[in-house]
């Protein structure tokens, strides 16, 4: 009996430091197991859901720098408009992404402000929700600049406080039907008229859906046709702002949305400045010369001598005019002329202008 009790409480001191033994193993293996955890597989996930956003939002891309414009597919393929807008942004040679909201929700303030422009494009029936209202206002108070086609944003949501403030909009008169429009003031001014003509993407496409506009105090027009004022833009200091009341995928043009895309991505600083010259040709001896150089870019650039010395008698004034009557002939190299517009970063360009004597340009010959 003696030796039972001895047996037993062997057994169970040999239970017991085992049962210490194992949970030292397991609260060991434990905290290594968390250890891995927290250092090895951490950027799985987020490759993950990268990757998730990359396939279901952000469509479009080519290898360039990080995208600058977002482009906004709100037409719920109803019917689908988004080569309209594509084809125009691809021939600027603009680097955009594409959020579908047939996929997605639509964006929220965290993914608008990856972008210095969005675009967003309502299609027939489409326009921001509501909801998403204050991140539109918390993107554009963050600097940045929303160009807004909705014939159906007045419909959908009325005259909202973000319309009035943010989009310059004091007053809507729905279902005008605009014919063709064209453009005024200093983004949009020149353009036009532009044929609407939403049939051409389908028969059911209404084209009497589209709006009547007044600009508040604080914006200005940017389209109007013979029913009205058709668009406005709005500069708020800290964000500017384009609202469209008509369809821009019904101008009829590739050309013609191609320009408005262009005035409006430069006075978005969404385009970089541009020389649209060549360099200029040689100058003779005593007689007068010209060469207008110019730019792209909104506000419209001016032009400076920024590097080199140009032949005696030639100048170089603000709207970019090289002109005189050289004095010397010879061959001046090193010259820079700067395009600036306070908006985007400068532009220049570098050229070499020869001074004939007589037109012909001579060109010493190696010894042999």
Known sequence: ?????????????????????????????????????????????????????????????????????????????????????????????????????????????????????????????????????????????????????????????NITLFMQQYLGVAAVIGDVGHAAVRGTGVVFGGLGPLTLDPTQISPQYSPSDSDVVTPTLASELAFYSDKGNSGVFHDGGRYRSVYLGFSFEAISTVTGRQSVLQRAASWCDALPLVFTTAAPPSAILGQPYSHHFTATGVPKPSFSLAGGTLPPGITLSADGVLSGVPTRRGTFSGIVVSASNGVNPNATQNFTLIVARDGRVFVPMARR
Request: hydrophobic content about 45%.
């Open 1 to 157: 009996m003696h030796r039972t009790k001895e047996f037993a409480i062997h057994t169970l001191s040999i239970f017991a430091y085992s049962l210490r033994y194992v949970s030292r193993i397991v609260v060991r293996y434990s905290a290594l197991a968390l250890l891995l955890c927290l250092v090895l597989p951490m950027g799985q996930p987020a490759q993950v859901a990268a990757e998730n956003r990359a396939t279901s939002a952000t469509i479009h891309s080519t290898a360039r720098a990080a995208p600058r414009v977002l482009l906004v597919d709100d037409d719920g393929d109803n019917p689908d408009v988004r080569s309209r807008v594509a084809q125009p942004l691809n021939a600027l040679g603009v680097n955009y992404d594409v959020w579908d909201t047939l996929v997605n929700a639509e964006p929220n303030a965290a993914t608008l402000a990856n972008y210095a422009m969005v675009i967003w494009i309502g299609g027939h029936y489409g326009s921001p929700a509501l909801a998403t209202e204050p991140a539109l206002a918390a993107f554009l108070q963050g600097g940045g600049c929303l160009f807004l086609s909705s014939q159906e944003l007045y419909y959908n949501n």
